[in-house]
């Protein structure tokens, strides 16, 4: 076989091996959710999506639902760097869940720092667990950071975020809650 020949053979082979695995991390990367009929999940609960993420509801409330949450309402709302410089936290926020009134919650999420729909998946349950956390009485936000968690009234000023009681619960139980999100989800 002449060179030339050799030459054209390698060329197409790198060329369909380079398309093989450009398909398949498309293929990761854009993994698509399964068809839901959210009906089944809502619960009498209210979630309103005003981000650019057009999932994050059906996420929320199949999260809402796997908790036996029910009668609330929950805006997810972007985020911006005004609102999480008020936060004053020690650690990066991805998201935050702020009670506005009886069974009404705010979701905050930065969705510039979420690369990928598991991650998503990840941060909106740690987030539903705040907000179970608030629905069951076990957090109480009073005013200027300070908090009461399971009785126990905490100064969140005072505490590194990631030794807050009711946090370590949120990371603790947010993989529970996000693998059965994934198993309904994919």
């Known amino acids: 076989m002449s060179k030339l020949k050799k030459n054209i053979i390698y060329i197409i082979a790198a060329v369909i091996v380079v398309g093989i695995v450009i398909f398949s991390i498309s293929k990761l990367s854009n993994n698509s959710f399964k068809k839901i009929d959210l009906d089944n999940y809502k619960n009498n609960n209210m979630v309103i999506n005003t981000t650019n993420v057009a999932y994050l509801d059906t996420i929320s409330y199949i999260g809402l639902d796997q908790m036996n949450v029910n009668n609330v309402n929950l805006m997810i709302t972007k985020t ?12 990066k926020t991805e998201a935050f869940i702020n009670k506005n009134g009886n069974h009404s919650y705010s979701m905050y999420i930065d969705i510039n720092s979420i690369n990928s729909r598991n991650e998503y998946i ?3 349950s740690h987030e539903l667990i705040h907000l179970n956390q608030y629905e069951n009485g076990d957090l109480k936000a009073l005013h200027h950071n300070i908090f009461v968690f399971k009785g126990d009234t905490v100064n969140a000023n005072k ?16 993989y529970n809650l996000s693998d059965k999100i994934e198993s309904i989800v994919w």
């Open 80 to 91: 911006n760097s005004e609102i999480l410089k008020h936060l004053k936290n020690d650690i």
């Open 122 to 124: 990840k941060t909106i």
């Open 159 to 174: 505490i590194n975020y990631n030794k807050r009681v009711w946090e370590l619960e949120a990371y603790r139980k947010q």
